[in-house]
């Protein structure tokens, strides 16, 4: 008999406590999901799988994420921010860091006198630079918290144009679209 009843807690009841779903929008376009119809105008609704969000940018199938860029003297520019201060980014994936340029670094709080130094490998010999950590990195739709950088420049002709380097594309697998000027990114 206990059995029996074990059974019946276990498979049976619940069942028992599956209700209707029901979606009503109101006169403003709000939506309310309840198992409660108040009225007869509400319509029965059945939920979707979790992949089922119509959002073209984060599509929950493939986890994919797309990056416009511009192509501007045979570079792929993109546009995000460092610690909210917007800039611009050539895409570099033979950095192993971001570069971000000292104008920005200044306005986005980077310098630090705890700062190490570090010496990296630019197309005019070696260099010593800060190394930090930017709090929040946006490009595009994607956030990224603590992603190292440095501080130097990388243009004599623009002070606030970065390099978007490994150290945020490490993240991600990487296929680039020119024909869209487009870099799609899935998580590793």
């Known amino acids: 008999m206990l059995k029996v009843l074990i059974y019946l807690i276990i498979f049976i009841f619940p069942w028992l406590s599956y209700a209707q779903m029901y979606k009503i929008i109101d006169d403003d376009g709000n939506i309310t999901y309840t198992d409660i119809a108040p009225s007869m105008e509400a319509k029965p609704y059945k939920p979707k799988g979790i992949n ?24 792929m520019i993109v546009q995000g921010s460092v610690n909210g201060i917007a800039m611009s980014f050539v895409v570099d994936t033979g950095a192993t860091l971001l570069a971000i340029p000292p104008v920005i670094a200044k306005r986005a709080g980077l ?25 929040l990195l946006s490009v595009a739709k ?18 606030e144009l970065g390099l978007l380097g490994m150290s945020f594309f490490k993240h991600y697998k990487m296929t680039i679209d020119h ?10």
């Open 52 to 75: 089922a969000i119509d959002n073209p940018s984060y599509n929950m199938n493939k986890l994919s994420m797309v990056i416009p860029y511009v192509d501007k003297d045979g570079s």
């Open 142 to 159: 994607i956030k990224l918290p603590h992603v190292e950088a440095t501080i130097q420049s990388i243009s004599t002709k623009n002070d």
């Open 111 to 135: 310098y630090d006198v705890t700062s190490t130094m570090v010496t990296t490998q630019t197309a005019n010999g070696e260099v010593n630079v800060p190394k930090v950590s930017i709090k």
């Open 179 to 188: 024909k869209l000027k487009e870099i799609q990114l899935e998580p590793k």
